[in-house]
């Protein structure tokens, strides 16, 4: 597993390019839950999974899997295989796909298929040669974002204003997301749903949870009660929360194994990444 970094002037659109190489012993299977996360796109070599989203759609057999930002878990199966993944930032998403994002939030998607992501197609047709090669591999998709148009995105500058706003653990609610913009809380909603996939009030409670849940997965000698947010009232609403983001309550995560997210996690955390990508700052931002 390898993160790289994208050139500096693609920076500002994505998280990270990501590489797996999935070895299962035996020919089987494994599984696991992404946790809700900004867009992505997943490119399979060998091995192609089956994805769920809660919201129940899903995706298999396909080489190009895609989703929205997304405010529930997906579950997935896979077995041996290798991937190339692409997180797309808010502005990523404004710029490459330009469909309204809450029209996707919590979709998952045969890339080939879904007209959003057709741009897409013939970067899909190409990450992969007749042999393994990471290095050629990543050259291909950087040059391929590379040769887009560089035309700007529309409201750029909100955009990140808006991102950088909702990384802030001390900003807690809709009233102080607004102030702290100086924006109407109307023009702040529209710019949400079109570019980050879900109102507000959605989006800062995903923040809250997404700090639990990474302190959680990181140390789980925190128990929850540790890892829990400062931003929750009591436990009871953390647990509603749990439920609500990931299909099941805390201790039911808390006894299956992670084989999957808990190495992502980790190996961020190793490159001095937020432990998840909904926490990573505007790429604007990062160094």
């Known amino acids: 597993m390898r993160f790289y970094q994208p050139p500096p002037a693609l920076r500002r659109f994505f998280t990270t390019f990501y590489y797996i190489d999935l070895v299962v012993a035996g020919g089987g299977l494994v599984q696991d839950y992404l946790h809700p996360e900004w867009a992505n796109l997943r490119f399979h070599s060998g091995g192609l999974p089956t994805a769920k989203s809660l919201n129940g759609t899903s995706v298999s057999g396909s080489n190009f899997t895609a989703s929205g930002p997304s405010a529930h878990a997906v579950h997935f199966r896979i077995t041996s295989s290798r991937m190339w993944g692409i997180g797309l930032l808010p502005l ?3 710029k490459y796909v330009g469909v309204p994002a809450h029209e996707l939030a919590n979709v998952v ?3 080939h298929e879904h007209p959003a992501f057709e741009p897409f197609a013939s970067l899909a047709q190409t990450v992969f040669g007749p042999e393994p090669d990471e290095q050629g591999e990543l050259e291909r998709i950087t040059q391929w974002f590379l040769d ?3 035309d700007p995105v529309p409201g750029e500058d909100f955009i990140l204003a808006i991102h950088k706003a909702l990384i802030d653990p001390d900003i807690a609610t809709v009233a102080a997301l607004v102030e702290s913009l100086d924006v109407g809380q109307r023009t702040l909603e529209r710019m949400c749903l079109r570019v980050f996939g879900f109102a507000p009030k959605i989006l800062l409670r ?3 949870f997404m700090r639990s849940l990474s302190q959680y997965m990181l140390d789980p000698s925190l128990k929850w009660i540790g890892a829990m947010d400062s931003a929750y009232h009591d436990q009871a609403q953390f647990v509603r929360e749990f439920n609500d ?6 201790g039911v995560y808390a006894a299956m194994e992670h084989p999957i997210i808990s190495a992502i996690m980790r190996q961020r955390v190793f490159l001095d990444r937020p432990a998840a990508q909904t926490l990573d700052p505007p790429g604007a931002l990062l160094p």
């Open 92 to 94: 990523g998403w404004a």
């Open 109 to 111: 998607a045969d890339g």
């Open 148 to 150: 887009q148009p560089s």
């Open 206 to 208: 995903r923040q809250r």
């Open 245 to 250: 983001f990931m299909g099941m309550g805390p």
